[in-house]
């Protein structure tokens, strides 16, 4: 019987999500996988990178070829995170915030996040960029 509950609890670790306590979200991440409004699409490529350390956080992206900056400070409280923009090269976005919970694997080397902008609400999975030397537990959102 122990060795079922103990079977259970190291599955339920590594399988189903966890919210963000201090120091999670600190390091490099990329987007592995996107959809807005349930519509999954290409990464974009060069590859989204988005960065956390001590309370400060910068997000790389290209849109139409031009390489695409936000960078601002966040707060995690409670498992959710605020991130208000403070800096960026759509200048309507300074001074945003967005809130969201990230879901981290057990392993904390990838999490999902689901943000409402407006009338869209997107879906995106990210991964520590160490992922690519470092074995790390994958998130399966969609069936491929």
């Not at 060069?46 to 350390?53: A, F, G, L, S």
């Not at 409280?77 to 981290?104: C, D, M, Q, V, Y």
């Not at 904390?108 to 609400?121: A, Q």
Request: net charge positive; glycine share 6%.
């Amino acid at each position: 019987m122990k060795k079922i509950i103990f079977i259970l609890f190291t599955f339920s670790c590594f399988s189903y999500g966890h919210s963000a306590s201090k120091g999670d979200l600190m390091g490099t991440w990329r987007l592995v996988e996107y959809a807005v409004d349930g519509i999954y699409q290409d990464v974009p490529n060069p590859t989204p990178i988005k960065m956390y350390m001590n309370g400060e956080f910068i997000v790389i992206f290209y849109l139409e070829n031009k390489m695409q900056f936000n960078k601002g400070t966040y707060l995690l409280n409670n498992g959710k995170a605020i991130e208000t923009i403070a800096a960026s090269s759509t200048e309507s976005l300074i001074g945003e915030e967005i809130s969201f919970k990230p879901n981290f694997m057990g392993d904390k080397n990838s999490f999902y996040i689901n943000i409402e902008l407006g009338d869209n609400r997107t879906f995106e999975r990210w991964e520590k960029t160490h992922c690519d030397i470092v074995k790390c537990a994958k998130i399966r959102t969609r069936k491929n």
